[in-house]
């Protein structure tokens, strides 16, 4: 499961070429800013690389041809998170590579003057921020795929976004309250750049963070293994 999902993402051309501007725009921004200002286009990959994970099996009709072997749905589930999670490292991997090649190889004594200061650690840093960051986002992206057709996982997501956010405006201090506490178990802000220095590794909001990626992946698998499938196309 996970090798077929990155030969799917990997497969697609235009899949490519979004991951290749995306890794490009990235190289630019970190030459320019460094590695600590970390992956800021990692979270659109993340979302190239994770939308319609499921639903696009069911609506093509693959899924049922694969789960008429033996296999059972949660492999087929956590299969794809893991190959969302493969694809992701994969990415951040390469962006990382070619970004460090360029500045620290290509870039003549002189251009290195107009670049910030980079190191391998920092940049390794900064890739593990991106890729624990996209671990959760993949997570409620698998969850919503497993319901809703096409790619409106991706319009969950924003309105998962927006439900925990926008209300936290309100003058009703009982709501902010509700909706900061929502916020911080169902999307937890996690300062992955100091855990992953072995500060705060066993802090309140890294539990948070383990707490809401199981709660997404076993939402994901109760509603996944207790849908009916349509067959053929929706």
């Given at each position: 499961?996970?090798?077929?999902?990155?030969?799917?993402?990997?497969?697609?051309?235009?899949?490519?070429?979004?991951?290749?501007?995306?890794?490009?725009?990235?190289?630019?921004?970190?030459?320019?800013?460094?590695?600590?200002?970390?992956?800021?286009?990692?979270?659109?990959?993340?979302?190239?690389i994770?939308?319609?994970?499921?639903?696009?099996?069911?609506?093509?009709?693959?899924?049922?041809?694969?789960?008429?072997?033996?296999i059972r749905?949660?492999?087929?589930?956590f299969?794809?998170?893991l190959?969302?999670l493969a694809?992701?490292?994969?990415?951040?991997?390469?962006?990382?590579v070619?970004?460090?090649?360029?500045?620290?190889?290509?870039?003549?004594?002189?251009?290195?003057?107009?670049?910030?200061?980079?190191?391998a650690?920092?940049?390794?840093?900064?890739?593990?921020?991106?890729?624990?960051?996209g671990a959760?986002?993949?997570?409620?992206?698998?969850?919503?795929?497993?319901?809703l057709?096409?790619?409106?996982?991706?319009?969950?997501?924003?309105?998962?976004?927006?439900?925990?956010?926008?209300?936290?405006?309100?003058k009703?201090?009982?709501?902010r309250?509700?909706?900061?506490?929502?916020?911080?178990?169902?999307?937890?802000?996690?300062?992955?750049?100091?855990?992953?220095?072995?500060?705060?590794?066993?802090?309140?909001?890294?539990?948070?963070w383990?707490?809401?990626?199981?709660?997404?992946?076993?939402?994901?698998?109760?509603?996944?293994?207790?849908?009916?499938l349509?067959?053929?196309?929706?």
């Amino acid at each position: 499961m996970i090798r077929r999902f990155v030969r799917q993402r990997y497969g697609s051309v235009g899949l490519v070429v979004a991951l290749s501007v995306l890794a490009m725009l990235e190289l630019l921004s970190m030459a320019a800013r460094g590695a600590e200002a970390g992956f800021s286009m990692a979270t659109w990959a993340i979302l190239v690389i994770a939308a319609g994970s499921v639903s696009r099996d069911v609506s093509s009709g693959a899924l049922q041809m694969i789960l008429s072997r033996p296999i059972r749905r949660t492999h087929y589930l956590f299969g794809r998170y893991l190959g969302i999670l493969a694809s992701y490292a994969l990415f951040l991997a390469v962006t990382s590579v070619l970004t460090l090649f360029v500045v620290q190889v290509v870039a003549s004594q002189a251009a290195r003057g107009a670049v910030a200061d980079f190191s391998a650690s920092a940049l390794a840093v900064s890739a593990g921020q991106a890729f624990f960051s996209g671990a959760l986002q993949g997570a409620i992206l698998l969850f919503f795929s497993t319901f809703l057709p096409g790619i409106a996982d991706l319009l969950g997501l924003l309105l998962l976004y927006l439900a925990l956010n926008l209300p936290g405006a309100s003058k009703e201090e009982w709501l902010r309250n509700a909706v900061q506490t929502a916020r911080e178990n169902m999307l937890p802000s996690v300062a992955w750049n100091e855990v992953l220095r072995g500060q705060g590794v066993l802090g309140a909001v890294t539990g948070r963070w383990v707490f809401a990626l199981t709660v997404y992946l076993a939402l994901a698998a109760i509603v996944f293994s207790r849908r009916e499938l349509p067959y053929g196309q929706d």
